[in-house]
C-alpha cells in the first residue's frame, strides 16, 4: 500500500487517521458487494470492523455508543443481529445495527433497555433506537438551471 511507503513522514495519529480513511473506502465497497449478494453476515462483520477502527485508529468514539455496540454484538446472530458500527464520529454520534428483519425491534428494545439498566458508563444519558427500512439515500431527481 502506498500509504506505508509514507508513514515515516507523518505523525502516528496522523497516518492511523489516514489508515482508518483507506481501509474504511475498502470496507464500503466490500460492504455493498456482500449485500447485494445477500451475504449478510458478511457485510455485518464490515461494519463490526469500522466501529473498531474508527474507535482504534480515528479515535472518534465514546463509551456510550461502544456500549451499545457491545450489547447488539452480545446478542449476536442467534437473536438477529448480523452487525452494528458508530456514526457521527462518536460527538452525539449513533449506532446502526444490521438486524433480521423480523428481529429488529426487538433487537432495538433489547440493547436500548440493556443499556439504560446498566447506565451509560460516563454521563448516565438514556439511550433511545428505532427501526429504519434501508433506502435509496439522497439523489438528484431533476436539475434545474437559470
Given at each position: 500500500m502506498e500509504l506505508d511507503r509514507s508513514r515515516g513522514q507523518f505523525n502516528e495519529l496522523s497516518?492511523?487517521?489516514?489508515?482508518?480513511?483507506?481501509?474504511?473506502?475498502?470496507?464500503?465497497?466490500?460492504?455493498v458487494q456482500y449485500m447485494e449478494n445477500k451475504d449478510w453476515a458478511q457485510a455485518g462483520e464490515m461494519l463490526y470492523q469500522s466501529r473498531i477502527s474508527l474507535s482504534?485508529?480515528?479515535?472518534?468514539?465514546?463509551?456510550?455508543?461502544?456500549?451499545?455496540?457491545?450489547?447488539a454484538r452480545k446478542l449476536g446472530s442467534e437473536e438477529g443481529v448480523l452487525g452494528a458500527?458508530?456514526?457521527?464520529?462518536?460527538?452525539?454520534?449513533?449506532?446502526?445495527?444490521?438486524a433480521e428483519?423480523?428481529?429488529?425491534?426487538?433487537?432495538?428494545?433489547?440493547?436500548?433497555?440493556?443499556?439504560n439498566r446498566i447506565g451509560a458508563p460516563l454521563t448516565r444519558l438514556r439511550a433511545s433506537g428505532f427501526v429504519a427500512k434501508p433506502a435509496g439515500g439522497?439523489?438528484?431527481?431533476?436539475?434545474?438551471t437559470d
Open positions: 497516518f492511523l487517521c489516514a489508515e482508518h480513511v483507506l481501509q474504511e473506502n475498502e470496507r464500503t465497497l466490500k460492504f482504534e485508529k480515528f479515535q472518534v468514539s465514546c463509551a456510550e455508543l461502544g456500549e451499545l455496540v457491545a450489547g458500527r458508530t456514526t457521527g464520529a462518536g460527538f452525539v454520534g449513533s449506532v446502526i445495527v444490521l428483519r423480523e428481529k429488529a425491534s426487538d433487537v432495538v428494545s433489547r440493547v436500548v433497555e440493556d443499556c439522497a439523489r438528484v431527481i431533476k436539475f434545474v
